[in-house]
């Protein structure tokens, strides 16, 4: 069982920077593929970024490509989300995922929201103009 805190959300003005965080509980964070997802008011929950277990494979939302960065560190359980350039349609609720894929699968990256079965409880970010 994996259980996913979320930090690092605020307010910032458009043009500027955030960087989320994500902590896992559990021994097993290395066996897992990460993503994070964002619900804006109003609309449904979408995909933004994703990282295999080992870190090395990478994908991003079209939206965000070139402005966010996904990244881990397995030694300390935690995910991160750079976002830089933000934009006022950035602004959501961003959650952290977790998905079990296995040692095996240290490439594996999964996009599709029904993919994750654990699920942090979100925190907001918020884009100024």
């Known amino acids: 069982q994996v259980q996913l805190v979320e930090s690092g959300g605020g307010l910032v003005q458009a043009g500027g920077s955030l960087r989320l965080s994500c902590a896992a509980s559990g021994r097993t964070f290395s066996s897992y593929a990460m993503g994070w997802f964002r619900q804006a008011p109003g609309k449904e929950r979408e995909f933004v970024a994703a990282?295999?277990?080992?870190?090395?494979?990478?994908y991003y939302a079209d939206s965000v490509k070139g402005r966010f960065t996904i990244s881990r560190d397995n030694a300390k359980n935690t995910v991160y989300l750079q976002m830089n350039s933000l934009k006022l349609e950035d602004t959501a609720v961003y959650y952290c995922?977790?998905?079990?894929?296995?040692?095996?699968?240290?490439?594996?990256?999964?996009?599709?929201?029904?993919?994750?079965?654990?699920w942090g409880q979100g925190t907001q970010v918020t884009v100024s103009s």
């Open positions: 995922a977790a998905t079990f894929v296995g040692y095996g699968s240290k490439w594996v990256i999964r996009q599709a929201e029904y993919e994750y079965n654990h």
């Open positions: 990282v295999s277990w080992s870190g090395g494979n990478t």
